[in-house]
């Protein structure tokens, strides 16, 4: 099996290609904008195909895909925090990229495409959790717009190409290669600076609540989606569970044993105040999930920045 990553070197991509390369037979190739910051990483062999491209500038994306049978989407240019500030833009970036990129995945013959949608954006604020995927989807801000809108182009490039596909709405992951910068990610960002006994930041009250998955349960999920049969197309991938970030917080001290330094500043509008998903679906297809207690996995985080950062 040819398969390609698309955003290789994220946080998610790292672990997607690393627990692919594991398994011999597949031929890999791995695609970003920028591999500087990830030297230390362990994908790197001969047999991998590690390529330098600015995807949504590039117009050569015929010649990348030519051969591959799976095709991993996992870019996005903007995140869900600052989504709103420059909304032509980054729908041109996201959107206009998403179509181009089925445009040559028809042409080339592509068996399916694996697409990394959000759980915690597309559903919005009108719901009660836990939420499933026939639920309504009306996102309050930009980022979960562009990602409904890819899900909506893949729905319309399989009716009219028959191009097969899989959509991953996933909620919060965490763990090892994610960037403790405070962009994306409460749970690494918050362990980050628990061990470093720098100040931790929070918007609003500490009440907001998200589903929180360690990244080798998510990416075991995402695998076994992208190379499913089934004739489902959609999964909600999580825990299935709600913590809020004062829970969070305290689950940190706890684990870790050491007490936290938090500032509460104004929350933002962004943030929807409760978001966790129902993973019935997945595991009725896949078998239970049994991913690990957020316990476990900040501890698995800590040590590997305590390994890593040389903390």
């Not at 790197?44 to 590039?58: G, H, M, T």
């Not at 993973?279 to 590997?304: C, M, R, V, W």
Request: charged share 25%; proline share 3%.
């Amino acid at each position: 099996m040819k398969i390609i990553i698309l955003g290789a070197a994220g946080f998610i991509g790292t672990n997607l290609a690393n627990r692919i390369s594991s398994v011999h037979g597949d031929v890999l190739t791995l695609v970003d904008k920028d591999w500087d910051e990830r030297n230390k990483l362990h994908i790197f062999s001969k047999e991998i195909d590690k390529r330098q491209i600015n995807l949504v500038k590039e117009t050569g994306l015929n010649e990348l895909l030519k051969g591959q049978d799976i095709v991993y989407h996992l870019i996005s240019t903007t995140v869900p925090t600052t989504s709103n500030y420059h909304i032509p833009q980054e729908i041109s970036d996201n959107v206009e990229f998403t179509s181009r990129l089925l445009e040559a995945c028809v042409t080339c013959g592509v068996k399916r495409v694996v697409f990394l949608s959000s759980g915690g954006t597309v559903y919005g604020s009108d719901h009660l959790c836990p939420l499933k995927e026939g639920m309504e989807t009306n996102p309050i801000n930009s980022y979960g717009v562009q990602k409904v809108m890819n899900e909506k182009l893949l729905y319309l490039y399989h009716y009219m190409y028959g191009l097969d596909y899989r959509i991953i709405r996933l909620s919060n992951p965490f763990g090892p290669y994610q960037r403790p910068n405070g962009i994306l990610g409460a749970v690494t960002t918050f362990t980050y600076k628990a061990l470093k006994g720098e100040e931790i930041l929070v918007y609003g009250d500490g009440s907001v609540v998200r589903d929180y998955i360690y990244i080798d349960d998510a990416i075991k999920a995402i695998i076994n989606i992208g190379n499913s049969e089934e004739s489902e197309r959609l999964y909600n991938v999580g825990r299935g569970v709600g913590t809020s970030i004062n829970q969070l917080l305290n689950l940190i001290e706890e684990t870790l044993g050491i007490m936290l330094k938090v500032r509460y500043v104004q929350g933002r509008p962004v943030d929807v105040p409760v978001n966790y998903l129902d993973i019935s679906k997945y595991e009725s297809h896949f078998g239970k999930l049994n991913p690990i207690s957020l316990q476990e996995g900040i501890k698995k985080t800590a040590d590997f920045m305590k390994r890593e950062y040389l903390l």
